[in-house]
């Protein structure tokens, strides 16, 4: 046992070192290490940019790279000079060539080459010196001016004028590019550190949940008023601590630094001090608490039979135990789904020969974006026109009739999977609502349950409810896709100055939005329909709607509220093991103390929990809330088709037909 710890601690320790070395040796265009020993570069530990100011672009951030050559150097140029004018001097003598050499490609030695398409050498550089083993200019203020070289502006290769303040945005840009980096594999170091304590926290939250569904059978109503009062008080502490945390430090010099002036921070720490941190969580929890109360002071008397469903919805779960583990299926249909909607997707958007076009390094290059031949750019006029210019790869395309409709069949794709993950849900619904319908239909409790009721109400589904249940699915992604396009659309206009166009645009993507909103909440009614009579889609969604319509008052009370319990529950169960986690990785729990991973950011792991733990009680609670929805359907039906005589008994429950008729309610 120790052996196989000590050789997987190993692996671990050799993964991260390996991801490390990344940040601590840069790489150059050819992803050799700078400095590392045993290579070619190990004497040439710094990176040297080509064009540094191309580091000014927003989108190095985004693509976590420079878009210039980068080449490892042994040291800094420490003078202002471009390949015009070494050009120019090598006429005189050979010296200034020699010194330029430096910081071209190994293995260039032309210096009156003319074209700089292929960048076998810097247009230029600047006055440098080394910093996290890169080449930064070498940033000196002088009377409060900033300057290079005793210098605020200096020319190009195209004899442009540029500031200095050009070069401390480039600088700037590579200092982020370094930091996003550099958190990056601190946050892969936690998850390699923490991910057995990761796990262990997700199991807690699975036993928990599932303890949780069990108890509500017995002590519903105990359950879930402990869950309201619960959620009430870890509320009401986090505005305590937030006020107290914002008095503090609102009396500290310094603190009331707003966010937005000390703008991305690699250390998240660093917002903890600022009052305005504390502020922003004050007010956010104060309207939680406020809602909450809100909504229990005015619905008090309608949450007696919501958990008279919950209980009656524990008791059917734990008969039929089976449904619990239901989702396990669907996630994995919906794994199948998605790696054949993502093959297809890479098949089609790779089914094409290579696409090469200009870019051009001035805006102004009439070729820019133009198609090219790699082969023969070199023959062509383009470099001479546009200096710098280079032909790189832009996509896989053609000029086939396939290739002209590849838009339309990446949507006909697209719709597809919508469609398939539509139908995969609706046939987990049926599923799970033929079973929680039998129980409620059995005359004896549990001995008129058929035997198997899962795998009899999948089999019903799959053998009679296909159509019926394709059909709802192909609504419902019909009007996603529609979303889908309208946000297409959206974003191709962000830059138009029709007003007219963008309000249309924004009214139909709400217009739609509830729509989507609908068809969901009918389908899933209609599906549970479906799977007590057995009859059409069609029919099923009408006769549903019908239902709830007569029953809009229970509708609108009940099914909310319950559906509030169960978030109330979910969060519970997610901000318990939070909890719990955060002491464990903070190192407050004084008997596993040594155990505790050293971490870089405590909140990686604890992120990971409190989400995973989310995702596993909202999996165990919507079969648990699939079940209720049930119950309340046949509950309705049940009021309509019976009406408590002996020729007509209620088949609910003795506790639902109490509630029912409560004077209060």
Known sequence: RK??????????????YTHMVKVIYPTDSYGQFCGQKGTPNAKKS???????????????????????????????????????????????TAAPWEYYRLFCKPGFNNPTKVLLRDEDCPSMIVPSRPFLQRCFPDFITLNGTLTVAKRTHFKDALDKARSVTELRDAANGITGLVDAKEVGMKIVEDYAASWNWILIGLVIALVVSLIFILLLRFTAGLLLWFTIIAVILVIAYGIWHCYLEFSLLRQQPGADVTIVDIGF??????????????????????TIEASILIILIFLRKRVWIAIALLREGSKAVSYI???LFYPIITFLLLAICISYFSVTSVFLASSGDAIYKVMAAEPNCMYANTTCDPETFNKTNVSKTCPGAQCTFAFYGGETPYHRYLFILQLSNLLIFLWLVNFIIALGQCTLAGAFAS???ARRKPQDIPTCPLFSSFSRAIRYHTGSLAFGALILALVQMARVILEYLDSKLKGASNVAARFLLCCLKCCFWCLERFIKFMNRNAYIMIA????????SARDAFCLLMRNVVR?????RVTDFLLFLGKVLIAGSVGVIAFFFFTHKIPIVQEDVPTLHYYWVPLLTVIFGSYLIAHGFFSVYAMCVDTLFLCFCEDLERNDGSPEKPFLMSAELHRMQHSPTN
Do not use: E
């Open 3 to 16: 052996d196989t710890d000590k050789h997987a601690g190993t692996q671990a320790h050799t993964h991260t």
């Open 46 to 92: 710094i990176l040297f940019y080509f064009n540094i100011l191309k580091c000014a672009n927003p989108a190095v951030l985004i693509n976590l790279q420079c878009p210039t050559t980068q080449m490892c150097v042994s040291k800094c140029p420490d003078r202002f000079a471009t390949y015009t004018d070494m050009q120019l001097q090598y006429q005189i």
């Open 265 to 286: 921070q690699t250390d998240v720490t660093v917002y903890l001090h600022l009052s305005q941190t504390w502020l922003i969580f004050l007010i956010a929890l104060c």
């Open 321 to 323: 135990m089976s449904t």
């Open 439 to 441: 129980y409620y239909w």
């Open 532 to 539: 007590i009579y057995g009859k059409c889609f069609c029919t």
């Open 555 to 559: 509708v609108a009370v009940l099914d």
